[in-house]
Antibody, heavy 112, light 110 residues
Framework: QVQLMQSGAEVKKPGASVKVSCKAS????????IHWVRQAPGQRLEWMGW????????KFLQKFQGRLTLTRDTSANTAYMELTSLRSEDTAVYYC?????WGQGTLVTVSS | FLLTQPHSVSESPGKTVTISCTGS????????VQWYQQRPGSAPTTVIY?????PSGVPDRFSGSIDTSSNSASLTISGLKTEDEADYYC??????????FGGGTKLTVL
């Protein structure tokens, strides 16, 4: 069955970077883009961007321009989301998602 | 492009509830709409995709529809059960093919 398994929770200081992984299994990794969605405490879901698992091209919201990098490793069937210059407002659960399927989420806490 | 949902709805067990998702511009029928269920402390799960399709394992009590006259999508849950209590989000696409989410609707089954 399709599974998206994310890396564990992270605690970071303001200004630091975080890299979250999303390992896919149960389907052809190259066939679907991987989307990244975050949810701040008590807030709505917010789409951040996606990476095309086939050719590695990316699209993301303008608000993350310059801070967000989305990559994938086809040999490991894994997608990565790296967010830099972290601030307290980036505290959220980060999810990877493929059409119809979601990872379990990774809590990223930004605190001094 | 915005999707607007009611903040909350409530209904009794066994009844039917409908959650709306209204598009701010253009035709909501131009792009597919998905619906996600999110229970407290859990990741979202897909209950409807491509406007009305149900993933395997989702009960047929869940149905989706599009109403072009009101530029809205709807999620209808019949025969409500206490386990249906959750937040529900609609999702579609903007002109750049970016995902757009509604604000979420908290369903209370009481």
């Amino acid at each position: 069955q399709v599974q998206l398994m994310q890396s564990g929770a992270e605690v970071k200081k303001p200004g630091a970077s975080v890299k979250v992984s999303c390992k896919a299994s149960g389907y052809s990794f190259l066939a679907y883009p991987i989307h990244w969605v975050r949810q701040a405490p008590g807030q709505r879901l917010e789409w951040m961007g996606w990476v095309d698992a086939g050719d590695g091209s990316t699209k993301f919201l303008q608000k993350f321009q310059g801070r967000l990098t989305l990559t994938r490793d086809t040999s490991a069937n894994t997608a990565y989301m790296e967010l830099t210059s972290l601030r307290s407002e980036d505290t959220a659960v980060y999810y990877c998602s493929r059409f119809r399927y979601w990872g379990q989420g990774t809590l990223v806490t930004v605190s001094s | 492009f915005l999707l607007t949902q009611p903040h909350s709805v409530s209904e009794s067990p066994g009844k039917t509830v409908t959650i709306s998702c209204t598009g701010s511009s253009g035709s909501i029928a131009s792009n597919y709409v998905q619906w996600y269920q999110q229970r407290p402390g859990s990741a979202p799960t897909t209950v409807i995709y491509e406007d009305y399709r149900r993933p395997s394992g989702v009960p047929d009590r869940f149905s989706g529809s599009i109403d072009t006259s009101s530029n809205s999508a709807s999620l209808t849950i019949s025969g409500l059960k206490t386990e249906d209590e959750a937040d529900y989000y609609c999702q579609s696409y903007d002109s750049n093919n970016h995902w757009v989410f509604g604000g979420g609707t908290k369903l209370t089954v009481l």
